[in-house]
Nanobody, 120 residues
C-alpha cells in the first residue's frame, strides 16, 4: 500500500522560503522518479519539480531558479526547497512518483498534501 506523507508547509510572506518534506512507504523508492505536484483552488494539479532515480531533475518553468528538489533514498524522503516565494505559489503541495517519459504519476494514490500560502 502506497503511503505518502507531506509536511513543511505554512504561511510565508512573498520572497520568503519554505522546505517541504515527503516520506514515502509501500514503494521501491530508490528506483522511482519522485516529484512534487501542486493544486491551487479551481486549478488542475500540476507537476512543479521531479527528480529521477539517478538525480536528474526537471522543473516547471514557473519555478525554475527558485525551487530545488532533492532526495535521500536511505530515508525514503524527497524534499522541495522553495525560495523567493510568490503569491501564485499558493497551493496544496503533494509528492508522488513520476513516470519520466510523460511526467505523470505512476500511482494514483495521494497523501493529504501540505498547504503553502504566500501572502503579498
Amino acid at each position: 500500500q502506497v503511503q505518502l506523507v507531506e509536511s513543511g508547509g505554512g504561511l510565508v510572506q512573498a520572497g520568503g522560503s519554505l522546505r517541504l518534506s515527503c516520506v514515502a512507504s509501500g514503494i521501491s523508492f530508490s528506483i522511482n522518479a519522485m516529484g512534487w505536484y501542486r493544486q491551487a483552488p479551481g486549478k488542475q494539479r500540476e507537476l512543479v519539480a521531479a527528480v529521477s532515480s539517478v538525480g536528474a531533475t526537471n522543473y516547471a518553468d514557473s519555478v525554475k531558479g527558485r525551487f530545488t528538489i532533492s532526495r535521500i533514498d536511505a530515508e525514503n524522503t524527497v524534499y522541495l526547497q522553495m525560495n523567493s516565494l510568490k503569491p501564485e505559489d499558493t497551493a496544496v503541495y503533494y509528492c508522488n512518483t513520476v513516470m519520466w517519459h510523460n511526467l505523470r504519476p505512476l500511482f494514483d494514490s495521494w497523501g493529504q498534501g501540505t498547504q503553502v500560502t504566500v501572502s503579498s
